[in-house]
């Protein structure tokens, strides 16, 4: 098993995209716990909301919806610009300011340290990262059905309504944003059923990877 943070070259960043009650969080709990570094989940809202200056209902709000039209090049060129403070950006969309702060914020969690971050574009925002892996989290839909209808304490035909509901936002704001398709394999390093393992068994999985990855690195220096 990999050992801590620490032992990397380097922060290694973890980006977990995932089904609405796949298990996304709680795996990416475990193996934050197992490597001694820190998950980024609605904490990464907090942090963002500090750093823009915007208070943190306005995240919440906003976070992972989907967007109305706007030109996507005008939103990045905005933000390599000027920041927070430029006129283009006191002007866009509240959505699109949401979205830059916590673009930031991911890029700034990365180059300070190791971690785990939770949905929210990080892969995106770290893809010219190379010690970033990125893993995409998916189930069978009559277990997360399940899940979610204990969770939320509603018969299965309503939670199988809101998986549906929250898996199309999701998706709606990742393929807007990063110009690429969420859920699909060829978005990720990894993608796994966690209905197979279970949370213990997809984290197992996931730091294998991450070790074979490193030794792989390892050996094109050599």
Known sequence: MLGKAGSFMGNKIYTIGREFGSGGREIGEKLAERLGIKLYDKELLQQAAKESGFCEEIFENHDEKPTSSFLYSLVMDTYSLNGYHSAPFLDMPLNHK???AQ??????IAERESCVIVGRCADYALSDNPDCINIFIHADMD????????RANITENKAR????KQDKQRASYYNYYTSKKWGDSRSYDMCINSSVLGPEGTADMIIAFAKAKEAQNQKKTE
Do not use: A, M, Y
């Not at 277990?143 to 204990?150: A, N, P």
């Not at 309504?161 to 549906?164: E, S, T, V």
């Open 98 to 100: 949401v979205f830059l």
């Open 103 to 108: 673009f930031d914020t991911i890029k700034k």
């Open 143 to 150: 277990k997360r059905v399940k899940i979610i209808s204990q």
């Open 161 to 164: 309504d809101l998986i549906q």
